[in-house]
């Protein structure tokens, strides 16, 4: 795990700054200090130190954050084959991956979210492990605004760090009229906590969107216990994460193969009195689930993350994934 014994003590004018991601899910949050308000963006620094009167955050790897804090599923639309002329498992096997749209309305409205395979229900104990790490358009672009290659290098080797470390934690996956959906509560309360090394969260609430609300669950017969795409969490410390769901689309390969793609913006801020900007991210998150026959689920998780409009190289990345992370999975299923 990250080493834990140096916090930044530095005035809030000096120091605060966010980096998030939004996982996928996978995905960390890296709280650190900054000398100037310029340099206050996503991806600027290695790590982002996060303080109060009484220091509440650790350091942690940002990208570990990311990926914990996002454990996309299945999608009630659009459904690919796989014989689709672009299939969602290939990008796992590609450096070029782009931006995915934004996901197109449909006969869900308001009762949409991201559906696992049925053979996802239940309480899985999973192992997740970082694999590969890649900058496929080169350092600069991970080196925050300014487009650092020092940045981006340092980033590199934080991450490179990680790579094959197992992280152990719980998740669960709820069925409900809709699909077999994942209980986000749950699930990103440990992720986040057991990739920090410690507990770190506070709380965690649905919060309503148009395309998947309480009020649209209930009518549709839904209960009160489904879970819903759009998540608030709040850190034992001042700040909160917002994650959306902007895209995603799934594929079945077979009836023991499953392969989803998600795009999660998450907004990260500060709730004191911090003048820090929120941070906004986007990360696209594949995945290829298969069902094993003694019962576990092997899969691998790859996360391609994009530089957003505050980035000063935005349009030269030309929505070309700047920073791709592989994880492998195996979850293994708690008997009741």
């Not at 990208?63 to 459904?79: D, E, F, G, H, R």
């Not at 530089?307 to 929505?319: G, S, V």
Request: a positive charge; one cysteine or more; hydrophobic letters at 35%.
């Amino acid at each position: 795990m990250t080493d834990h014994k140096n916090l930044c003590r530095s005035s809030p004018n000096q120091m605060i700054k966010f980096v998030a991601f939004i996982l996928t899910g996978c995905t960390v949050y890296t709280l650190a200090w900054q000398e100037s308000l310029t340099r206050r963006r996503r991806n600027e620094v290695t790590r982002l130190y996060y303080t109060s009167s009484s220091p509440l955050f650790e350091r942690m790897d940002r990208k570990k954050l990311i990926q914990s804090s996002i454990l996309p599923l299945v999608s009630l639309l659009p459904i690919k084959t796989a014989n689709s002329k672009e299939s969602i498992s290939s990008l796992l096997e590609t450096k070029n991956i782009q931006k995915p749209p934004p996901s197109r309305a449909s006969e869900f409205n308001g009762v949409d979210n991201m559906y696992f395979p049925t053979w996802m229900e239940g309480e899985w104990q999973l192992t997740q492990t970082l694999v590969n790490t890649e900058t496929p358009l080169g350092l600069k672009f991970i080196g925050g605004p300014s487009g650092s290659e020092q940045i981006g290098r340092e980033s590199q080797k934080e991450q490179e760090k990680q790579k094959n470390l197992p992280v152990e934690l719980r998740v669960r996956f709820l069925k409900t009229k809709f699909g077999v959906a994942e209980d986000r509560l749950y699930n990103l309360r440990n992720r986040l906590d057991a990739f920090a090394g410690r507990p770190v969260v506070s709380s965690v609430i649905y919060a309503d969107v148009g395309e998947s609300n309480r009020q649209s669950v209930l009518a549709m017969g839904g209960s009160e216990s489904d879970p819903l795409q759009t998540t608030l969490v709040y850190f034992k410390g001042p700040a909160a994460q917002k994650t959306f769901l902007v895209a995603h689309e799934s594929e079945f390969l077979s009836p023991d193969q499953w392969a989803g793609l998600e795009l999660d913006r998450a907004i990260f801020a500060l709730t004191n009195q911090s003048t820090a900007p929120p941070v906004t991210t986007d990360t696209a998150l594949i995945w290829l689930l298969t069902n094993k026959s003694d019962g576990t689920v092997e899969g691998r998780l790859r996360l391609a993350e994009f530089l957003n409009p505050q980035d000063a190289l935005y349009f030269e990345a030309r929505n070309r994934a700047v920073s791709i992370a592989d994880y492998s999975l195996t979850f293994r299923k708690v008997q009741e």
